[in-house]
């Protein structure tokens, strides 16, 4: 059974930095790549960045880059995002899911090309 699990949100003050983790298990994690999304409130499900499988490619989303940074171990079956100068727009419930190929060619911003996610870690940036 394939398990996905963040952990790491919380409040944090505008221009603060936080690190989420996701922790998998039930699949060879070193074979998929992953992918980050956000929901906030009355908003669809938001494509933050996709990280092939061995980690040496990534792609992000424009409101992403330059504060974001995705890593893996994919000793521990772990994926990670560094939030730096999060400003209260990233408010948010983020979560991690796992893509059904390596890479992130394609439809790596599609909801639809995901098939394991996350309960999802809620992350709150007051102003």
């Known amino acids: 059974q394939v398990q996905v699990a963040e952990s790491g949100g919380g409040l944090v003050q505008a221009g603060g930095s936080l690190r989420l983790s996701c922790s998998t298990s039930?699949?060879?994690?070193?074979?998929?790549?992953m992918g980050w999304f956000r929901q906030a409130p009355g908003n669809e499900r938001e494509a933050i960045l996709c990280?092939?499988?061995?980690?040496?490619?990534?792609v992000y989303a424009d409101s992403a880059k330059g504060r974001f940074n995705v890593s893996r171990d994919n000793g521990k079956n772990t994926l990670f995002l560094q939030m730096n100068d999060l400003k209260p727009e990233d408010t948010a419930v983020y979560y991690c899911a796992t893509r059904s190929n390596s890479h992130c060619a394609g439809s790596w911003s599609s909801v639809r090309a995901y098939d394991y996610w996350g309960q999802g870690t809620q992350v709150t940036v007051s102003s």
């Open positions: 990280i092939s499988s061995t980690g040496r490619n990534t």
């Open positions: 039930g699949l060879t994690f070193d074979a998929y790549a």
